[in-house]
């Protein structure tokens, strides 16, 4: 293979291996979760993906857990959830850690309530209260924004 050849083969494999890095980069951004301090678990242990495929809150069971990178244990429903939560938390865990994403955007971090979700985008959110939710709903790309803008700094003072 020539020089020229081989140089662009590098650059092509380059860019490719850091796309497929960037949904993990992006997660790891985010990875101060929501989490009970006494007992570690994540969304009080709540099933994430359930959220996805019943549409509902479900309460995760001990026997199926996950330990995140992100040092949270995760509790799901059954095995199959579990597995698609292993192989993908930046698809199924909360979007900002289940904290409150409009009280994010004000610049505080409030922990979300997991009974109090939405789903906008393909991602999970959990909020404080009702009107949170609801005040979301209305606009949620505004919400987002403000709260991307300020999370980077809201992680910080997360304990």
């Keep these: 293979m020539t020089a020229p050849r081989q140089r662009k083969q590098c650059r092509r494999v380059s860019l490719s291996a850091a796309l497929c890095l960037l949904p993990a980069a992006l997660f790891a951004a985010e990875s101060k979760v929501s989490s009970d301090p006494q007992s570690g678990l994540a969304i009080s242990g709540f099933d ?31 095995e199959g959830n579990r597995a698609a939560f292993a192989g993908h938390p930046e698809i199924y865990a909360p979007r900002f850690g289940g904290y409150d994403p409009v ?19 393909e991602r999970l959110y959990l909020f404080f209260s009702v009107a949170a939710r609801d005040a979301f709903a209305a606009e949620p790309q505004r ?6 803008r300020n999370w980077p700094q809201l992680i910080k003072t997360i304990p």
Excluded: C, M
């Excluded at 994430?48 to 799901?76: I, N």
């Excluded at 004000?106 to 309530?113: L, M, N, Q």
């Excluded at 919400?143 to 991307?148: D, M, Q, S, V, Y």
């Design 143 to 148: 919400f987002i924004g403000a709260a991307e």
């Design 48 to 78: 994430p993906v359930a959220y996805f495929s019943d549409a509902s809150p479900v309460l995760g069971k001990a026997g199926y857990e996950h330990r995140g990178d992100d040092g949270a244990t995760w509790r799901f429903a059954n």
């Design 103 to 121: 009280a994010a955007a004000r610049g505080a971090s409030v922990a979300g309530h997991p009974q109090i979700w939405l789903i906008s985008g």
